[in-house]
């Protein structure tokens, strides 16, 4: 119940296309669902995130679906560049402050 | 660069041996974490400081491992007789308050040979 489950594994994208990255949660205490980009070598990056009362959110070519009936979350990358290409984490957030990741994604973008 | 550093960077070491890793959050976050990440992994929650009280620990995480946050500022991860399954990428985060977002340094990579 603690897990967070992220699909697809590995993603090609051409440049200029949509990517799209899935995520499934089972416990309904989560509060808080942040994406993080991280590139090799690096520690993740928050991306955008957002709460469970809202089912879309916005930055840039950044956008969270959130399906909080099928207990699901997604990111949208528009217009992917090959420089989004990185390996992506969704997670979920519990009460105590506690992150569970999921196990990643890594999209490349080709030019 | 998000301001929290971790040192060393890279750890080499023999099976058995105890190694400490250090990291220093953004001076005014007060709740600081450790993750640890495996090749091919999202990373794994280890353990959770408020200020200088360690407020979660991880149960996976086994006596070995031990972390402290003392004045609550930088905190030190020690694992103690390292075994070939610790390596990996030890991650630390911090953030302020209520503030959801976590700022990672860039780890600490560890090779237990």
């Known amino acids: 119940q603690q897990q967070v489950k992220q699909s697809p594994q590995s993603l090609i994208v051409q440049k200029g296309g949509i990517s799209i990255i899935n995520c499934a949660y089972e416990?309904?205490?989560?509060?808080?669902f942040p994406w993080y980009q991280q590139f090799p070598g690096k520690g993740p990056a928050l991306l955008i995130a957002?709460?469970?009362?809202?089912s879309e959110k916005k930055e840039g070519r950044f956008t969270i679906s959130f399906n909080k009936s099928a207990k699901q979350f997604s990111l949208h990358i528009m217009d992917s560049q090959p420089g989004d290409s990185a390996t992506y984490f969704c997670?979920?957030?519990?009460?105590?402050?506690?992150?569970?990741f999921g196990t990643g994604t890594r999209l490349k973008v080709l030019a | 660069d998000t301001g929290v550093s971790q040192d060393p960077r890279h750890k080499i070491t023999k099976r058995g041996q105890n190694v400490t890793f250090r990291c220093d959050p953004i001076?005014?976050?007060?709740?600081l974490y450790w993750y640890r990440q495996t090749l091919g992994q999202g990373p794994e929650f280890l353990t959770y400081?408020?200020?200088?009280?360690?407020?979660?620990k991880s149960r996976l995480l086994s006596d070995r491992f031990s972390a402290e946050r003392p004045k609550g500022s930088f905190s030190t991860l020690e694992i103690q007789r390292t075994e070939q399954g610790d390596s990996a990428m030890y991650l630390c985060?911090?953030?302020?308050?209520?503030?959801?977002?976590?700022?990672f340094g860039p780890g600490t990579r560890l090779l237990v040979l």
């Open positions: 985060a911090s953030s302020l308050g209520l503030v959801e977002t976590q700022y």
């Open positions: 416990n309904t205490a989560f509060d808080y």
């Open positions: 957002i709460r469970p009362d809202v």
């Open positions: 997670a979920a957030r519990g009460g105590t402050y506690k992150y569970i």
């Open positions: 001076s005014e976050h007060n709740r």
């Open positions: 400081f408020q200020n200088e009280a360690q407020l979660e």
